[in-house]
Structures are given as C-alpha cells and as structure tokens.
C-alpha cells in the first residue's frame, strides 16, 4: 500500500510539473500595456526603368508610404512580386511595436510581417529606440521565421545586435527561395534611468530593407534612436525608409 502512494503522488506530480514550468516563462509574466500597428507599401524601382524612376520622391530608387489596413489586407499576397530588368517592385509590409511590463520592469518588441516577399534578400535591420528615461537591461532576443512555399517552416536567430542609450537594433540575413511567409521579431528589456517616478514611455520600433546588395559590415552602420534607423557613410540610399510605429504608455513607475 504504501508503494502504490508513493507512486500515485509522483505521477501527480509528473501531470503537475509542465504546468508548472509553464507558470514560470516570460509569457506568463509579462502583460502587454501598450500596441501600435503601421501598414506600409513600398515601391522599389529598377535601375534600368529610369523612365518612372523620374517620379518618385526625390528620386530615390525606393518610395514608401503609409497604407490602412484594410488596403494591406486586400492585397494579393504573391501578385507584385514581378521581377526583371526596367519593371517596377511593390513590397507590402506590417510594423508592430509592443512595451510590456511584468511589475519591475519594462520590455519593448517589434514585429515586421511580409504580406509579399521582397525580390532583394540582403541583410535587413530592425530595431526599436527609447527615450533616455530608460536604459537598455538586457535579455536581447531576436528571431526570424519564414516558410517555403509548399514546403517547410523554419525559424533562424542568427543576428549581429547593436546597444546604445538611445536604443537597440539587429542586422540579419534575409532568407533566399521561395516563400509563402516571412516575419522578423526583436525585444529587449530596459530599466529606469532616472530616480525620479516615469509616466511616460515610448518605443519607437523601425525596420529597413536593403532594396540593393550590401554586406554585414555595411548594415551594421547604423544608429538608432527616436527618429529610427539612421544609417551613416552613405549607407542609407541602399535601405527603404519608414516612418516608425511608436508605442506608448502612461502611468506612473
């Protein structure tokens, strides 16, 4: 009798354990306090199509501009990737910036999705810059997931991360081949930098696409803050360039 008691409490507690373990992850700590969604459409233009090239603003190679969402979601996920030489490129992509706090202290994410796959796959950037009331913690996590079509799903988080007192960001490899879903995720926790009770907070979650070949060493030349992603040594005519979707949040911590 006493075996079978011995052996019922420690199937109990094998049911038990991943609810458990479970109660204990970041997911269940944290609770989101503030969202903010942008919709993008850029249009890239290739070099040989100088024609329409003269038409767009300041006649970069790549024009964005801010959609609504039910434009986003009436695109046709695959229908303006056309490729070749003189033909004009349309990406459509979401930016959610998101600040969550878990009662001690703070932490910002960004989340890029594709609705159509870019035609350059180079090293892109994604970031997030905060105000100086805070100061980055720690806890970097950065991660890419992408799906081929009619195939597998993968996720990779290989990145080269960049920290600073205006903001964190990552540079990474775009996947090659061909997908049916493509989204970047970044986060960092960041603390007080002040003695004095914050009531205002804002995360301002940027992403750029290189629209032409660069290198790692080329992405990484950037700095971020709350005006975004800014690339210096001539570096930003290669990235697209979006308004970043800031988060806020009010309170008193």
């Known amino acids: 009798m006493k075996k079978l008691k011995i052996l019922f409490l420690v199937l109990t507690v094998g049911l038990l354990l991943p609810k458990l373990v479970y109660a204990e ?13 942008k919709y993008y459409k850029t249009i890239i233009m290739d070099e040989h199509n100088t024609e329409n090239k003269k038409n767009l603003i300041n006649s970069n190679e790549a024009k964005t501009v801010e959609i609504t969402e039910k434009e986003y979601n009436s695109v046709d996920d695959n229908s303006h990737n056309a490729k070749g030489p003189g033909v004009t490129n349309t990406d459509y992509k979401k930016l959610t910036t998101e600040i969550y706090s878990n009662g001690s202290y703070y932490r910002y994410k960004a989340t890029l999705d594709w609705k159509t796959m870019p035609s350059t796959r180079s090293y892109d950037v ?50 090659t081949g061909n997908l049916s879903v493509m989204s970047q995720t970044f986060s960092f926790d960041v603390r007080k930098n002040t003695a004095s009770t914050i009531n205002y907070q804002a995360a301002y979650g940027d992403y750029s696409h290189a629209i ?26 290669y990235y697209d360039n979006i308004m970043p979707a800031v988060a806020t949040w009010n309170g008193s911590w």
């Open 212 to 237: 032409t070949s660069v290198t790692s060493t080329q992405a990484q030349n950037y700095s971020i803050g709350t005006s975004g992603i800014v690339f210096s040594g001539g570096i930003g005519s």
């Open 126 to 175: 994604i970031g997030i810059g905060n105000l100086t009331n805070v100061v980055y913690l720690g806890n970097m996590s950065f991660s890419q997931y992408y799906c081929i079509s009619g195939g597998s799903c993968h996720t990779t988080t290989s990145y080269y991360s960049k920290s600073s007192s205006t903001g964190s960001g990552a540079a990474f490899k775009l996947p």
């Open 25 to 37: 992850s970041d997911n269940t700590k944290f609770v989101k306090v503030s969202e903010k969604t």
